[in-house]
């Protein structure tokens, strides 16, 4: 008889387990937010993500809150913007807070005064600006997907650039006249590999195996002409087409390398090994490399928890705080969590001409309005292979600094621990905008 009920029991016991953990998953589903418009393809709608939103409409209906935005006054607005009972508001709000969460802090600080006088030299004695020495605040922003991590002290901006001895332009111009002698780029078909299957040629642009591969197929596509600041957009835009028709053809050779990631650094500053202009195409074996297959990962993750496409709203929120400015069916953001100084982020569906125009329209806003003349770029692109989940085409571009100034702009923060930025990226938008506005009507 006991043998009968502990048999029983071990299969209510069993029973209950099973209704237990199908309530525990019906509630982890429900308690998920169902976002409003949620877009579940993988390709993105982009016609339809901007201008539904934009930072007017923000502000009027849902902050109340006329100030222009910025980074020191982020968090205040963020926070009022929670406050919203409008169900447009609402929703867009947990889609922020969804993908970033950002915290503003006091560091204040006492100096002795000796110090003062050596600060106020610094601060050019300005003293509006050293009254602020002594109420700094700053804002970390981190995006839970990326898991990418800023922090900015609106006040490191404000401190006066020392002007170097030597235009950078003009010292440039000597690098690439003394570079010119003995360049293999620009006598590319003596002193560069070919692929075994040989090289592309177009009439502006070029390919090359590189010589010391980080991939099998790893290629150099550069431009035949030497200067790395002097190229237009027929020049440019060759050299992309060049790039697409490299990665097509080794899908074709093998299709089981289908996603290509392209890398573009400009002058030693920013870690390129020659002054020639030249980037570095690569195709990953089912899988993208470094950063880029982390933001496919995290727009994966976060389908999958809130059912919703991470590009998407990605820039559905980016666009209701005004970072955005958009060109045929590409759309550019300036990063709230960028990697360097003035990131702009640029998304479309796929590797598309206006996709590339908007990468050209903010590289000349860096060196032709900006004056910055060292510059990093990486894209991954989507997948070849169609039948594969799509990630959009995703372009990161920053500026590396003065391009003479012997200290790097890596440190042991950027490398093992937080991002530190100080440009504010609600500038840097505004004149990505003008860029766009000035350059695309030629």
Known sequence: MSAILIKKWYILMSVIAVIVLYLIILWSYQAKPAFLGSNRNSLLPIKDLVGVFNQDWLRDTCTKDKMDLSIKNLAGFVENWGLSSDPLCSQLYKKFSAIYSIEKNAAPLKLPDLFQVKVKKWLNNDEKLFAEVYHQEVTGIYNKWTREH???????????????????????????EKSKVSCDF?????????????????????????????ERYHDLFALKSHHPHQWNIEQYMDLMNLTQKWFALIHTIEPEFCCPSLVWDILPRAGASQIHPHMHGLVGQNRYHGGIENWRHGAEDYYNFYHSNYFSD??????????????????????????????????????????????????????????????????GC?????????????????????????????????????????????????????????????
């Open 314 to 379: 990605l820039i559905q929120v980016n666009a209701a705080l005004g970072l955005t400015v958009q060109h045929g069916d590409a759309i550019a953001f300036a990063n709230l969590v960028p990697k360097k100084d003035n990131e702009v982020v640029i998304i479309s569906n796929k590797a598309s001409q206006s996709f590339f125009q908007l990468i050209y329209y903010v590289m000349r806003a860096f060196i032709d309005d900006m004056d910055k003349l060292a510059i990093s770029m990486g894209i």
């Open 382 to 442: 989507p997948s070849l292979d169609h039948n594969a989940k799509q990630m959009p085409a995703v372009a990161r571009i920053v500026t590396r600094g003065a391009v003479a100034d012997v200290r790097s702009d890596m440190s042991s923060l950027e490398l093992f621990s937080v991002t530190n930025v100080n440009i504010d990226p609600f500038k840097v938008i505004k004149i990505i905008r003008n860029s766009v506005e000035k350059r695309a009507s030629k």
């Open 186 to 214: 620009c006598r590319y078909k003596d002193y560069t590999a070919e692929d075994t299957f040989g090289r592309l040629d177009s009439i502006y642009a070029f390919s090359a195996s590189n010589a010391f591969k980080l």
């Open 150 to 176: 800023t922090i900015f002290n609106p006040l490191r901006e404000k401190r006066p650039v020392s002007i170097p001895e030597e235009p950078e332009n003009i010292y440039v111009n000597r690098l690439v």
